[in-house]
């Protein structure tokens, strides 16, 4: 498969690669948004402040930075800051393929608690922790 520069399928190809990170979430990795009833723990990879394609002379180089935030969401905080911990020492300094995206590095950038409580009676809270990364890696230059 031949790479497209979107880098949230790298970046799930990589943690789906993980053994550490796989036994706790299985294959329970999504990209954006999770289903509604997805079972706990599990991962979801979302575009952060978006992408920066690189320019040499007025044309695409061919590379790009993107950040990237995974969100760890679990029953428990610990239970989530763990699954952070494990998504960190996947990504962080990482290179090479990362699925079919070419990355030349990948940068922790911060780990945050992401816990949301509810608002109303009929909500629920979530416990997540989220995990950001910027990347830089290769694009499609047409």
Same mark, same amino acid.
């Given at each position: 498969m031949?790479?497209?520069?979107?880098?949230?399928d790298g970046v799930i190809d990589k943690l789906l690669a993980a053994t550490a990170v796989t036994a706790l979430v299985?294959?329970?990795i999504y990209p954006r948004l999770a289903p509604q009833n997805a079972a706990k723990p599990f991962l979801v990879v979302q575009l952060g402040e978006g992408q920066q394609t690189w320019h040499h002379s007025g044309a695409r180089s061919g590379q790009a930075t993107t950040n990237i935030s995974v969100a760890c969401v679990a029953d428990t %905080?610990?239970?989530?800051?763990? +699954?952070? %911990?494990?998504?960190?020492?996947? +990504?962080d300094k990482q290179t090479g393929l990362f699925g079919a995206e070419v990355v030349r590095h990948c940068l922790h950038q911060g780990t945050f608690d992401r816990s949301a409580n509810p608002q109303d009676d009929d909500e629920i809270g979530i416990t997540a922790v989220?995990?950001?990364f910027s990347i830089c890696h290769t694009v499609p230059t047409s």
């Open positions: 031949a790479a497209t520069g979107i880098i949230e299985s294959t329970r %905080y610990k239970a989530a800051r763990t +699954l952070g %911990y494990l998504v960190e020492l996947a +990504l989220g995990v950001d």
